[in-house]
């Protein structure tokens, strides 16, 4: 009577309290997340399928942490987020959860927190926005803000031109609809087998977005009752789906930072170099932004994730007997995805880029627990390079010189921006693709090598190093260089290093000193003081692992 008593000031008559599944509907909407701004929308659609299927919603608020607004980081507080996750769905009387993300870390932080309860859960991912349209074109949302922001700076474009391009980008609700992070994420959870097939590429607004809500709504009753978890369904045999998943569609390099995070709250066997490893045979075969030139509406419609996965169990690459959300295997409920458009999905036979040519997974004396590299967005010439280091602290002491006319500069040389690692910054931000300098982009250089302990957007491009582990403000590597230093990429041989001996780099070391800017406390204190490396995922150390869903005691 206790706790009944109090849920029914919001109308709920005695006969939904007849036992019946209680279904927790956990939403990132919020207007200070636009990728997310219309989940309230999609939370509707769900509370149909469950009240359809004989259960009862209830939709909570999770926190919502928006990449395209949120400072100095979302990925700052992915785990804060992970963790408020995991302790509303333990603390409330749930039997199962739908869970409703779109931008970049929502979706990853809501799996998490769920994976280290293992309730029964299902994921509705938001959806992309439309093409972006201007001047006739196709234009990306992310991909096109560093184009045009190049553009602008080298003087080829106008204020004026800018202000109506960046409103031809992002024309409806929804997350980028580039493959960049969100896009690639909502792919990860379908290949995961934690969400419908089908479901990751329809767009926001498109009315069959707010059906496979209303689906998983039904579905996830009849999960609770198969008692159906996420230990069940994201096993060793998913992660390696989702990796060779992402692989095939061109996705971003944050998800392996996410991946390794989960695999860490669900005890899964995973590593770095299994990035590297299981994609080597898988090639590029989805044509789309920043990788080549479609987006996600374009995807969709010619037929979305299950047309890859069914390519890639057609050439061995998919384990097929992966139980997902529906009961059944994987396999099975690609066998007959059909693709439409050869151009947009295009197959082992004519393939954007081959096998072999996904995101790298480097090692070297600069980075010896690990960096990586998008190949397929990086200018072939510069995969193997080697150029003079010029080397900043901060992104800041970048910024502050990049445009002087006098920098001393050019195309050959390796631009080096440390102190955006996990604890450096705090929070690892999307800062890593830096422009160029503004004197080089008006002499026509597109590219240049960087080198970072930082992440970059899923929807940015170029010969970028991420994730330098372990990061400058760790003592690393990255944290001896100085300008004038030799680095090598050779991106084919997986190896990234500064031409110095050991002993010279140990010569270094006592000149090494912590920032001085390390936070005071709050959040980012804690976080500073328990993140682990991009190569572990940089979740907290404490939250690793799972704390299971017992009911806690009695709060009266």
Request: include cysteine; charged fraction near 20%.
């Amino acid at each position: 009577m206790l706790y009944r008593s109090w849920l029914r000031n919001q109308g709920y008559g005695a006969d939904v309290f007849d036992g019946r599944p209680v279904i927790g509907i956990a939403t990132t909407w919020s207007e200070l997340s636009p990728c997310n701004a219309h989940l309230d929308r999609v939370a509707e659609a769900v509370k149909r399928g469950v009240w359809m299927a004989g259960g009862f919603p209830l939709v909570f608020p999770v926190m919502s942490t928006g990449e395209t607004l949120i400072r100095p980081t979302a990925m700052l507080y992915r785990n804060l987020m992970a963790m408020q996750a995991e302790e509303l769905i333990r603390g409330n009387p749930l039997d199962g959860v739908v869970l409703l993300s779109g931008c970049d870390k929502t979706t990853p932080a809501l799996l998490m927190g769920a994976a280290s309860v293992d309730l029964p859960t299902i994921v509705v991912t938001g959806g992309p926005m439309l093409n972006g349209k201007f001047r006739g074109q196709d234009v990306g949302s992310g991909t096109h803000v560093w184009r045009f922001e190049a553009e602008m700076k080298a003087g080829r474009m106008s204020a004026q031109e800018g202000a109506v391009a960046e409103g031809c980008m992002a024309r409806s609700a929804g997350h980028c609809m580039t493959m960049g992070t969100a896009s690639t994420m909502a792919c990860v959870a379908e290949a995961l087998g934690m969400q419908l097939p089908g479901s990751a590429a329809w767009p926001a607004v498109d009315a069959r977005r707010d059906e496979v809500a209303q689906a998983a709504g039904q579905r996830i009753v009849a999960m609770v009752e198969e008692d159906l978890r996420p230990s069940a369904i994201m096993t060793r045999g998913a992660f390696e789906n989702a990796i060779r998943a992402t692989a095939a569609i061109g996705g971003s390099t944050n998800a392996i930072v996410h991946l390794l995070a989960l695999a860490g709250r669900l005890g899964v066997d995973l590593a770095l170099e299994d990035f590297d490893t299981l994609a080597r045979d898988v090639p590029t075969i989805v044509d789309l932004m920043p990788s080549g030139r479609f987006l996600m509406e374009d995807f969709c419609y010619a037929g979305g994730l299950p047309a890859v996965l069914r390519d890639l169990a057609e050439h061995g690459l998919l384990n097929t007997g992966q139980v997902t959300v529906t009961g059944r295997p994987l396999g099975e409920l690609v066998a007959d995805a059909e693709c439409w458009n050869r151009e947009v999905i295009r197959g082992f036979d004519t393939p954007l880029q081959p096998a072999g040519s996904g995101t790298a997974v480097l090692r070297g004396n600069l980075c010896p627990r690990g960096a990586v590299l998008k190949q397929s967005a990086a200018s072939p010439h510069l995969l193997q390079h080697t150029g003079r280091a010029v080397v900043f602290d901060s992104p800041e002491a970048y910024h502050a010189v990049c445009d002087d006319e006098d920098l001393d500069i050019t195309a050959d040389d390796v631009i080096v921006v440390r102190g955006a690692g996990p604890r450096g910054y705090p929070g690892m931000p999307e800062v890593s693709n830096v422009p160029l300098p503004a004197k080089l982009l008006r002499a026509g250089v597109s590219d240049m090598v960087r080198i970072s302990d930082g992440r970059m957007s899923g929807t940015g491009f170029g010969a970028v190093v991420l994730h330098v582990a372990p990061e400058a403000a760790l003592g690393g590597p990255l944290g001896l260089l100085r300008t004038g230093d030799v680095i090598a990429l050779d991106v084919p041989a997986r190896r990234l290093d500064v031409q110095l001996s050991d002993a010279e780099l140990a010569a270094r070391e006592p000149s090494w000193r912590q920032s001085a800017d390390a936070p005071e406390g709050g959040w980012p204190w804690l976080y500073a003081r328990h993140v682990l490396q991009a190569d572990e995922g940089a979740d907290l150390d404490f939250l690793v692992g799972a704390r299971g869903s017992a009911v806690p005691r009695d709060s009266h």
